[in-house]
């Protein structure tokens, strides 16, 4: 509750409001703007990390494509080399040979054959140095007849159980096979390592296996292995604090994983690896409840991926520690600018605080603030003084106030005491009425009768709607009042339909209308004089149309007819109440709206039509 008081009491003094307002504003804007400032800065340094990232995968993807197209170059001169060929074809074929049925023991070897090996292996390194291949690998050929020459590094020849037991390693795998169908002509195998447990190293290869033909008959002779060790792909990648490289195969199965960062495994961004199509891209994926950048280059002829996982924070740790440089800076220019707003806000408002003060004390009959007793500046002067005035001006109208309510007062009594009149009136008339009648004047009784009800109506102090019903008998009325006084003959048409009858209008609306017809539009006496009331419901208003076959208007004074109320002693006010065409029109539209009131049309010898429209209200 105190806690509740004292935020009262401090916020209901300006210069606090003023203060919290420019705090609050200045911070939200200030945070926003950091904030969408800081999520610019990183999308854009991590979109150009990635460009970094995606470029040296594709400078490493080249030095891959360069190691593999240096095995195809050799894997070519070892198939067209004349030597190599002549040895794969040196033996005798029986009617139920077949390539590679299997492969021959060391006790099975002639010297025939030592020779073919010897010429093989000699040859291999004769061609891999002249070719320059300088990689560290492993060479084999094998010939059809199960003979294989094989050399590793620059060790030179292998020993012979090593080698029968790699032959009959690889004839076990499934890609030897489709060689040896020739179902296929070449093939790579990544990663490639079984078949090499029985030597000294149990590394894992990067492995070419290619069928030798003979060019003129087509006869399958052998098959060339070149195979390099994956430990000569390494130094390529120069891997980031944190970061893992993966080279996956064409069927998406990692056979390489390089770098110190905890990830081992990206199983689960596998399918967003060649999501867009295109030979390299990156993206921010989560694996182990981390984000990472991912970063993948697509080889060309081979359809390997290299992939870069680097941890998301490690990226952006140059952006982090700018970050946190930059808020450390805003928040003290914040502050710094938060004391100087402070001050100036308490300078400018010390004097709208003494103006409030003295505004308080302000009673009425004290028209001075005491501007000679307090300084104040120059804008706040100008408010001082015209507050002096307005409050000359309300003790001025406090007094135009009191003496119009007491003007009025005194009509109310003078109201009282007339009301003795139209009382003595209507009871004189009555009077008049039944002696009319007992003398036999029925005409004189009726006039009387509705001249007393026009006078009721007119006179009556109370609602001033009656029912639409009320104030067609009124409108008849005040016709058999004019036809009995003029001795004329204007026939009255009302159509007013029974749903429309308890409709409220505005009482004795119509009759200056009707009256307006009868004085000006047969002030020449015209014969078969004929007026028509008609009443519909127009949406939710009320069109009564008042039709007469009169003189009609001329057009000039048809135009400025509903312009202003009639002057007086022109002839064209209503000579029963006093109120104008143009005032009716008036004082439909300020009560109801500029959309009601009153539309004329006239013909000029022909007749003028007057339509009133104004809302429906049905009395229940």
């Not at 001006?393 to 009282?416: S, T």
């Not at 009301?419 to 009555?430: A, D, M, V």
Request: overall charge negative; some cysteine.
């Amino acid at each position: 509750m105190r806690i509740k008081q004292l935020a009262h009491l401090l916020f209901s003094q300006l210069q606090i409001r003023i203060i919290v307002s420019i705090v609050l504003f200045l911070f939200f804007a200030v945070s926003i703007s950091l904030h969408v400032s800081f999520k610019q800065t990183e999308s854009h340094f991590l979109e150009e990390t990635s460009g970094l990232l995606n470029s040296n995968l594709e400078l490493m993807g080249n030095r891959i494509e360069g190691i593999n197209l240096d095995m195809m170059k050799l894997s070519n001169l070892l198939n067209s080399d004349d030597v190599i060929l002549d040895a794969l074809t040196g033996f005798s074929r029986g009617e139920d040979f077949s390539p590679f049925q299997r492969i021959k023991s060391e006790r099975e070897l002639t010297s025939a054959d030592y020779t073919r090996i010897s010429k093989i292996e000699n040859h291999i390194f004769s061609v891999k140095n002249s070719a320059l291949f300088n990689y560290d690998a492993f060479i084999a050929v094998i010939s059809a007849d199960g003979l294989i020459g094989s050399v590793k590094g620059n060790i030179g020849q292998l020993e012979p159980e090593f080698k029968m037991g790699f032959a009959d390693c690889v004839r076990s795998e499934s890609w030897f096979r489709e060689l040896a169908g020739q179902e296929k002509n070449i093939t790579w195998v990544v990663p490639f390592g079984n078949c090499h447990k029985a030597s000294d190293s149990d590394g894992q290869y990067i492995s070419l296996a290619r069928a030798v033909k003979s060019s003129y008959t087509g006869e399958l002779l052998g098959m060339i292995l070149i195979q390099v060790d994956l430990d000569t792909l390494k130094p390529l990648f120069q891997a980031r604090t944190g970061a893992t490289y993966f080279v996956l195969n064409e069927t998406n199965d990692v056979f390489m994983v390089y770098g110190d960062g905890e990830l081992q495994d990206i199983s689960a961004m596998k399918d967003r690896l060649r999501l867009y199509g295109t030979r390299k891209g990156s993206f921010v994926g989560i694996m182990n409840d981390e984000r990472y950048v991912m970063n993948y280059y697509i080889l060309n002829d081979l359809h390997w991926t290299i992939v870069s996982a680097s941890p998301y924070k490690a990226v952006m740790r140059n952006t982090t520690a700018i970050k946190h440089e930059v808020l450390t800076i805003n928040y003290v220019a914040f502050g710094l600018f938060l004391l100087f707003s402070v001050a100036l806000i308490v300078y400018i408002t010390n004097p709208l605080k003494r103006l409030i003060h003295q505004l308080k004390k302000k009673k009425i009959g004290v028209y001075s603030l005491g501007t000679q007793e307090m300084t104040y500046s120059n804008d706040v002067h100008g408010i001082v003084r015209s507050f002096d005035h307005l409050f000359e001006r309300v003790e001025e109208l406090v007094e135009k106030v009191i003496l119009e309510q007491k003007r009025e007062q005194e009509l109310k009594y003078e109201a009282l005491k007339a009301q003795i009149n139209p009382h003595f009136l209507f009871n004189t008339l009555n009077g008049i009425k039944w002696t009319a009648m007992m003398n036999g004047a029925d005409t004189a009784a009726e006039m009387i009768a509705d001249l007393g009800r026009l006078l009721e109506v007119s006179m009556n102090k109370g609602d001033e709607h009656i029912l639409l019903k009320e104030e067609m008998e009124l409108v008849q009325a005040y016709m058999n009042i004019q036809n009995a006084r003029f001795n004329e003959s204007i026939e009255l048409h009302v159509r007013l339909p029974a749903e429309l009858e308890h409709a409220l209008i505005t009482k004795l609306l119509l009759q200056p209308l009707v009256e307006n017809s009868m004085l000006h539009g047969f002030r020449g006496n015209k014969v078969g004089g004929r007026i028509e009331i008609d009443t519909c419901r127009l949406n939710g208003d009320i069109l009564i149309r008042i039709q007469d076959n009169g003189e009609g208007i001329p057009p000039e004074r048809l135009k400025t007819l509903l312009a202003a109320p009639s002057p007086a002693g022109t002839g064209h006010m209503d000579k029963f109440n006093g109120i104008g065409l143009s005032n009716i029109h008036n004082r439909l539209q300020l009560k109801y709206g500029e959309g009601y009131g009153l539309t004329i049309t006239s013909i000029p010898g022909e007749g003028t039509c007057v339509s009133v429209l104004f809302p429906a209200q049905i009395r229940g």
